[in-house]
Nanobody, 125 residues
Framework: QVQLVESGGGSVQAGGSLRLSCAVS????????MAWFRQAPGKEREGVAT???????DYAHSLKGRFTISRDDAKSTLYLQMNSLKPEDTAVYYC???????????????????WGKGTLVTISS
């Protein structure tokens, strides 16, 4: 059974940093495109970043430079390093996987096959 479990969420002040983790089990992790999404209160879910099995990354334009996606295949774990956090980054952050070595173009939830339950990130001003 495929499982994606996020951790690392919490409350920080604006300007701070957080690192989210996503532990993956139940499939051959390194053959999958992995992604982070987020959903802010009252808003639709949006793509944050993707990373394919070869380490190629893609980011939402507005987040590039502050957020970094990475993966440790030996630990079957996906990461999202978030720096210079802003109150508008407040959201539930989701880990997702697409059953593909390379990520489909764009960062779309329609491409994803598996989802975690999310971890809440709250940024105070």
């Amino acid at each position: 059974q495929v499982q994606l479990v996020e951790s690392g969420g919490g409350s920080v002040q604006a300007g701070g940093s957080l690192r989210l983790s996503c532990a993956v089990s139940g499939y051959t992790y390194n053959y999958y495109c992995m992604a982070w999404f987020r959903q802010a209160p009252g808003k639709e879910r949006e793509g944050v970043a993707t990373i394919d099995s070869e380490g190629s990354t893609d980011y939402a334009h507005s987040l590039k430079g502050r957020f970094t996606i990475s993966r440790d295949d030996a630990k079957s774990t996906l990461y999202l390093q978030m720096n210079s956090l802003k109150p508008e980054d407040t959201a539930v952050y989701y880990c997702a996987a697409e059953f593909s070595i390379h990520c489909s173009p764009g960062i779309s939830d329609r491409n994803m096959d598996y989802w975690g339950k999310g971890t809440l990130v709250t940024i105070s001003s």
